[in-house]
């Protein structure tokens, strides 16, 4: 058995104001060697952790690894199906650095990253089973 590892929720350095940011996903990233998480800047990020306690930038928040053996709430961009697989939400819109959406079919890569369990609307903190589905190509 390996030593000095975590599993499930840890404490991490905000890099970013993750205020209001709970059930946001978020990537791992540093200031000069040491860990902290911020949102996503571009839609194929791998913003693989979920904020479940917010704070202020360099406070330090609870985050999560999305799981492989239970479903999660993670907050959404527009609406989505059962059966939809999730996506980044575009980071070009602040306020949607950090929320899902369905996979768009607008041209371009995409990193699949949990699959919708149900019907959602924009805002909503929609059931999802994450899945390492990885980059998704769409030829618009």
């Known amino acids: 058995m390996q030593t000095d590892t975590k599993s499930g929720v840890f404490r991490v350095l905000a890099g ?59 907050c959404l961009k527009g609406t989505c199906n059962p059966g939809d697989v999730l996506v980044l939400a575009d980071p070009d819109t602040a306020a949607d650095a950090g929320k899902v959406r369905a996979l768009p079919a607008a041209a371009g890569t995409y990193r699949g990253l949990a699959v919708a369990e149900e019907k959602g609307v924009d805002g909503q903190f929609v059931l999802c089973r994450p899945y390492a589905i990885g980059n998704i190509v769409v030829n618009g």
């Open 16 to 74: 970013a104001n993750l205020t209001g940011k709970y059930g946001y996903l978020v990537k791992m990233t540093h200031d000069t060697g040491v860990p902290e998480v911020v949102l996503p800047s571009a839609i194929a990020d791998l913003a693989v952790y979920l904020v479940d306690d917010e704070n202020i930038d360099g406070g330090l928040v609870s985050v999560e690894p999305l799981p492989g053996d239970r479903n999660v709430r993670v």
